[in-house]
């Protein structure tokens, strides 16, 4: 099945420890997005990549971490330096139809800190 | 940066009711979304709108691009129990460096009484 794959589902951090969150798109698509969502909030963009080896920060990169070394993936490291880490977090992935760039997004992980 | 206002913030409906929800914004997009999110996972795309003015339906669903490309809403008919979550606009702008900046309302969390 074509899809946004986002692993684990579920994800236990301890304090001062760093956690990275998965993300595989076998969509071919170039474009790979990471979200924040937190209750009662819409969703806020922490890091995008356009291309392999190349990512940009969104409004809320502090204390968050990724690379893109492959088409296909987008892994999240959220840092001791994030003091406030538990959200849900998504992933979304998009191609570039020239007029309109649609993104899709992952079953998300969600973050707790113990 | 960009804001979106959508309302209402929630929404207690019976079964069988229409439903209504919009979006404004101050600034204009190029692209309006649509998405539904059910608990627990990630949004699902339910309507993309293209153009100003453009009305879409995708069964129930019914969605339009207003005329001044600062707002939109999403009307569902004759609501049923599956229709509960949340309900997200998104209005999308490509910058000039090309990449497409996708902004999110806080959502519209719908419930529906049998």
């Known amino acids: 099945d074509g899809g946004i794959t986002q692993s684990p589902k579920y994800l236990f951090r301890k304090e001062g420890q760093n956690v990275t969150l998965s993300c595989e798109q076998n969509?071919?698509?170039?474009?790979m997005y990471w979200y924040r969502q937190d209750p009662g909030q819409g969703l806020r963009l922490i890091y995008y990549?356009?291309?392999?080896?190349?990512?940009q920060k969104g409004d809320i990169a502090e204390g968050y971490s990724v690379s893109r070394e492959k088409k296909e993936s987008f892994p999240l490291t959220v840092t001791s330096a994030q003091k406030n880490p538990t959200a849900f977090y998504l992933c979304?992935?998009?191609?570039?139809?020239?007029?309109?760039?649609?993104?899709?997004f992952g079953a998300g992980t969600r973050l707790s800190v113990l | 940066g960009q804001q979106l206002n959508q309302s209402p913030q929630s929404m207690f409906i019976q079964e069988g009711e229409d439903v209504s929800m919009n979006c404004t914004s101050s600034s204009i997009f190029n692209t309006w979304l649509w998405y539904k999110q059910d608990p627990g996972e990630g949004p699902v795309l339910l309507i993309a709108?293209?153009?100003?003015?453009e009305l879409t339906s995708n069964g129930r669903l019914t969605a339009q691009f207003g005329i001044t490309r600062k707002d939109s809403f999403l009307n569902i008919s004759a609501s049923i129990p599956s229709d509960v979550g949340i309900y997200f606009c998104?209005?999308?702008?490509?910058?000039?460096?090309?990449?497409?900046?996708?902004?999110f309302g806080k959502g519209t969390k719908l419930s529906v009484i049998p």
């Open positions: 979304a992935s998009s191609i570039d139809s020239g007029s309109s760039n649609i993104q899709y």
């Open positions: 998104a209005g999308q702008l490509r910058s000039g460096a090309g990449s497409y900046q996708l902004t």
């Open positions: 969509l071919n698509h170039d474009a």
């Open positions: 990549s356009q291309i392999v080896n190349d990512f």
């Open positions: 709108l293209y153009k100003a003015g």
